[in-house]
């Protein structure tokens, strides 16, 4: 990418610095290039600012010479109100408080304002320095699950925008809302260089379209702003999604037309759809009616307040509830939790409720076909056909096109005005036999968990419950999915809060959870919870780079490397493959395991300013490592546990 080169002095010169900078021009002509960037941060408000070049007038005049200009004091004067700056002011407006990318020559002009005028001024906008594109969508991805709300994030031209597209998938897919820019050059003739055209492109979004919902390349400062208050607006509204802006460099560059700043239009109070009243009144007669009604819920809940609004609706029926594990939608420990008798509850239902189901097929694929099917979910209001993200077609009875969440309240409120008198004794009953199952399944979940328990590689439950038993008095956010720790936290932990589980990448693609285990807890920070998370050892190597961010700002999170050495799910596949070919599987870890050599994810930590503890092989030694890693996060850091674990 164009702007990320370096020049380094060959590793056999032994002039010290003083000679090198003699060698070159003397001292003082490169004194402030030779400065320490912290000495940078430091004296950015002491030291005089040397004049920004007139892109304007100074068009197709290459960088290099427009840097001499700046240096000599040349005839370049600085614009009154850059476009870039007032770009800033609209991303402020709209409640966004982070930026996270990796520097890109395209959007340089909204990186200098972002540092020199949105990081000083009031509201400030904070800066998440990163080394990959996919990093940076994917801290965006994290943080809005548990902020509820955008972050934004840059990436440049071509290249940058195709490292992050597959973050940007994960988000779609995941339906989060993420404010993503782009930047590009339309101007050809303000193109310098091999590089600038090879990194040019006219419609640049045409590479994610398919899984955003809404782009806009706008050609002045007032269509940015009306751009950037629309795609706001849409990505915030049911069903969430990530959203792109393309901004050109001259509009980022170039001075506002007469010095003048156009109006920034008021963001809107966002109200989500929900379900037409004489549909809730209708479901709630049949719920109300049924005698073995099951929920299901994936996306459900958004916010605290869905959770409580689900709680609320499934205990006025004693429902019980199926959770996917889109999102945190019920507490795990509540009597109506029922996942794990899933298999036991479903071929009986007479009725089932779906809420924001991803695959409501497969998850009700035990039900009677004759059980009544009833859909409430916000994606039915937007739907995409390239990408099948969507899953397979479910047909069923009633289709209700609004957020789940939104309508909840007022399923609620109908089964109270319809319930009669004499259905609630059967209700009681329903809750004394729901309590008793889900003890069992507790019981159950104890029992399987305490085999192996001193085997080595550690397994997966007793990983998760040494961890458990280090946080349990903590206010801690899990943020990483399960399924690869076969749902141990859910099956033993006791949690009841939105932000304990966030859910898991969407798409699934490696390379999510660091990045997005990092932007989760930048949210927790302001909160002062602890954030936890366990991934993959082949998640891990996908975007290792997640390290030197979260040290680099100080962000505090405990990163547990579920240290499998393998892709094992895909281990597993060429081993089903293998059987049926009735060939053997002796050589199915091949092309699918992380061995010669190990990876040694403590050092890694270590050298990019994290600090490690592992490889930990030893089931005994694991608790005493995470209590230790649990006190350094409380302090401020960021720590990473190397834990050689069973595959599942």
């Known amino acids: 990418m164009a702007g990320r080169h370096s020049r380094k002095l060959p590793e056999h010169s032994r002039m010290d610095r003083r000679e090198f900078l003699t060698g070159v021009g003397g001292v003082g002509a490169v004194s402030a290039m030779a400065t320490p960037a912290?000495?940078?941060?430091?004296?950015?408000?002491?030291?005089?600012?040397?004049?920004?070049?007139?892109?304007?007038?100074?068009?197709?005049?290459?960088?290099?010479?427009?840097?001499?200009?700046?240096?000599?004091?040349?005839?370049?004067?600085?614009?009154?109100?850059?476009?870039?700056?007032?770009?800033?002011?609209?991303?402020?407006?709209?409640?966004?408080?982070?930026?996270?990318?990796?520097?890109?020559?395209?959007?340089?002009?909204?990186?200098?304002?972002?540092?020199?005028?949105?990081?000083?001024t009031e509201p400030k906008l904070q800066l998440i320095a990163c080394m990959h594109e996919e990093v940076s969508v994917a801290i965006c991805h994290g943080y809005s699950k548990i902020a509820g709300k955008?972050?934004?994030?840059?990436?440049?031209?071509?290249?940058?925008?195709?490292?992050?597209?597959?973050?940007?998938?994960?988000?779609?897919?995941?339906?989060?809302?993420?404010?993503?820019?782009?930047?590009?050059?339309?101007?050809?003739?303000?193109?310098?260089?091999?590089?600038?055209?090879?990194?040019?492109?006219y419609d640049g979004p045409e590479l994610v379209r398919d899984f955003t919902k809404f782009d806009d390349t706008p050609v002045t400062l007032a269509d940015f702003a009306d751009s950037a208050v629309r795609a706001y607006k849409f990505s915030m509204t049911p069903p969430y999604e990530p959203v792109l802006l393309a901004l050109d460099e001259s509009l980022q560059e170039d001075p506002a037309p007469g010095g003048v700043a156009p109006p920034i239009p008021r963001a809107p109070l966002i109200v989500p759809p929900q379900g037409e009243q004489q549909a809730c009144e209708d479901i709630a007669k049949i719920l109300i009616a049924a005698d073995n009604p099951v929920i299901l819920a994936d996306r459900c809940a958004r916010t605290p307040a869905g959770l409580?609004?689900?709680?609320?609706?499934?205990?006025?029926?004693?429902?019980p509830v199926i959770d996917a594990y889109g999102r945190f939608n019920f507490p795990w420990r509540h009597p109506l939790s029922q996942t794990d008798n899933a298999s036991y509850l479903l071929p009986r239902a007479d009725v089932i409720l779906g809420l924001e189901m991803t695959d409501f097929?497969?998850?009700?694929?035990?039900?009677?076909?004759?059980?009544?099917?009833?859909?409430?979910?916000?994606?039915?209001?937007?739907?995409?056909?390239?990408?099948?993200?969507?899953?397979?077609?479910?047909?069923?009875?009633?289709?209700v096109a609004a957020d789940a969440e939104a309508t909840l309240p007022a399923l609620t409120e109908a089964i109270r005005r319809f319930m009669p008198d004499s259905r609630r004794a059967t209700l009681h009953q329903r809750n004394a036999s729901f309590a008793r199952e889900h003890a069992e399944?507790?019981?159950?979940?104890?029992?399987?968990?305490?085999?192996?328990?001193?085997?080595?590689?550690?397994?997966?439950?007793?990983?998760?419950?040494?961890?458990?038993?280090?946080?349990?008095?903590?206010?801690?956010?899990?943020?990483?999915?399960?399924?690869?720790?076969?749902?141990?936290?859910?099956?033993?932990?006791?949690?009841?809060?939105?932000?304990?589980?966030?859910?898991?990448?969407?798409?699934?693609?490696?390379?999510?959870?660091?990045?997005?285990?990092?932007?989760?807890?930048?949210?927790?920070?302001?909160?002062?919870?602890?954030?936890?998370?366990?991934?993959?050892?082949?998640?891990?190597?996908?975007?290792?780079?997640?390290l030197w961010t979260a040290a680099h700002h100080g962000i505090p999170i405990l990163y547990i490397v579920h240290d499998n050495r393998a892709y094992h799910q895909?281990?597993?596949?060429?081993?089903?493959?293998?059987?049926?070919?009735?060939?053997?599987?002796?050589?199915?870890?091949?092309?699918?395991?992380?061995?010669?050599?190990?990876?040694?994810?403590?050092?890694?930590?270590?050298?990019?300013?994290?600090?490690?503890?592992?490889?930990?092989?030893?089931?005994?030694?694991?608790?005493?490592?995470?209590?230790?890693?649990?006190?350094?996060?409380?302090?401020?850091?960021?720590?990473?546990?190397?834990?050689?674990?069973?595959?599942?």
């Open 150 to 201: 955008p972050m934004a994030c840059m990436m440049h031209s071509t290249v940058g925008l195709q490292h992050g597209c597959m973050a940007l998938y994960n988000a779609w897919a995941d339906r989060v809302p993420i404010f993503a820019i782009v930047g590009h050059q339309a101007d050809a003739d303000r193109r310098v260089g091999l590089v600038q055209w090879q990194h040019a492109v």
């Open 570 to 648: 895909e281990k597993m596949w060429v081993q089903v493959q293998a059987n049926l070919r009735q060939r053997g599987i002796d050589r199915a870890s091949i092309g699918t395991t992380i061995v010669d050599p190990y990876i040694d994810y403590a050092k890694l930590a270590e050298s990019m300013g994290v600090h490690g503890e592992g490889p930990v092989t030893e089931p005994k030694a694991l608790g005493p490592v995470i209590e230790r890693a649990v006190t350094l996060v409380k302090r401020g850091q960021p720590v990473l546990i190397d834990v050689v674990a069973q595959g599942r």
């Open 38 to 120: 912290a000495g940078l941060a430091q004296e950015a408000d002491e030291r005089p600012r040397p004049p920004i070049p007139n892109q304007a007038a100074e068009q197709g005049v290459p960088f290099e010479v427009q840097a001499r200009n700046v240096a000599s004091g040349g005839a370049s004067v600085a614009p009154a109100l850059p476009g870039s700056d007032y770009m800033i002011d609209v991303i402020r407006s709209l409640g966004i408080e982070y930026v996270a990318f990796i520097p890109g020559d395209t959007f340089k002009g909204l990186h200098e304002s972002l540092i020199n005028y949105g990081m000083l």
């Open 308 to 319: 409580d609004s689900l709680v609320e609706f499934a205990e006025a029926l004693q429902i």
């Open 361 to 399: 097929y497969h998850a009700s694929a035990g039900a009677d076909p004759k059980a009544k099917r009833i859909s409430i979910a916000s994606t039915d209001l937007y739907l995409k056909s390239n990408y099948q993200d969507f899953e397979r077609f479910t047909a069923v009875d009633i289709a």
């Open 441 to 546: 399944a507790l019981a159950r979940s104890r029992n399987a968990a305490a085999i192996g328990w001193d085997d080595v590689p550690i397994t997966t439950a007793r990983l998760c419950m040494e961890l458990y038993d280090r946080i349990r008095n903590e206010d801690w956010s899990l943020v990483n999915g399960t399924s690869f720790q076969s749902y141990w936290p859910q099956r033993l932990w006791t949690a009841d809060k939105h932000y304990q589980y966030i859910g898991d990448a969407g798409a699934y693609g490696l390379g999510y959870l660091p990045g997005a285990s990092l932007g989760a807890a930048i949210a927790n920070q302001q909160h002062g919870r602890l954030t936890v998370a366990i991934g993959g050892d082949g998640d891990m190597m996908f975007t290792p780079s997640f």
